[in-house]
């Protein structure tokens, strides 16, 4: 928990990054844990937290200059501790796959983990990507809504989701350069 509490936005500001509804905030984190990182970390090794759990005057201090969302946005995302607008918990971290980067250095191929992450986690809140260190949001949502955005150039825009062609099927052709050179993912 320490990990998902750290905030360099709550440290800069000096404001305490608690939940106000502990029990919410661990009911939502226990399943973004258990359903799809402590998977991620068992499939492809090391993970890194840049970024989870955030309280309401956090996120609020992150918004604008440090590209947080809104609160309202970001219930059951970023802020585990409320509940959205259609009552439902949830969770969202954003984490650095370790096994990736070295193959993310050399081909700039960031959708290699991000259709290995389609094919073979229940991302069930969603996939974000990010061009540092092909960082992603990743998220536990109460109702499932699977998909990929990324903001990584020149490919900004939707990898998939629901309604388009590419969502159903292996995407393994994607990712198996990947696969063999890091010797992961199996």
């Known amino acids: 928990m320490r990990d998902m509490l750290y905030s360099e936005i709550a440290n ?10 502990p ?4 009911a939502a984190g226990t399943r973004l844990c258990e359903d799809l990182l ?14 989870a759990f955030r309280s309401c005057a956090v996120n609020e ?16 995302g970023h802020i585990w501790d409320v509940r959205d607008a259609d009552d439902c918990m949830g969770a ?7 096994s990736f980067l070295s193959y993310y250095e050399k081909t700039g191929h960031w959708q290699a983990l991000a259709w290995w992450l389609h094919d073979n986690m229940p991302h069930n ?3 974000t990507f990010y061009p540092k260190l092909a960082a992603f949001n990743i998220s536990w949502y109460e109702q499932p809504v699977r998909h990929i ?9 939707w990898l998939t989701k629901p309604d388009m062609e590419n969502y159903e099927g292996s995407h393994e052709a994607e990712y198996q350069a990947w696969i063999d050179e890091a010797g992961v993912g199996r």
Do not use: Q
Request: glycine share 12%.
């Open 23 to 26: 029990d919410l905030a661990i």
């Open 92 to 98: 969202t971290a954003c984490i650095v796959v370790h």
């Open 12 to 21: 800069h500001y000096g404001i305490p990054n608690i939940p106000d509804d």
């Open 38 to 51: 402590e998977p991620i970390w068992a499939k492809l090794g090391r993970i890194s937290i840049r970024s």
């Open 61 to 76: 201090a992150g918004i604008g200059k440090h590209n947080c969302a809104r609160n309202e946005a970001n219930y059951a």
């Open 149 to 157: 955005y990324s903001y990584i150039p020149p490919n900004r825009g």
């Open 125 to 127: 809140g969603g996939i």
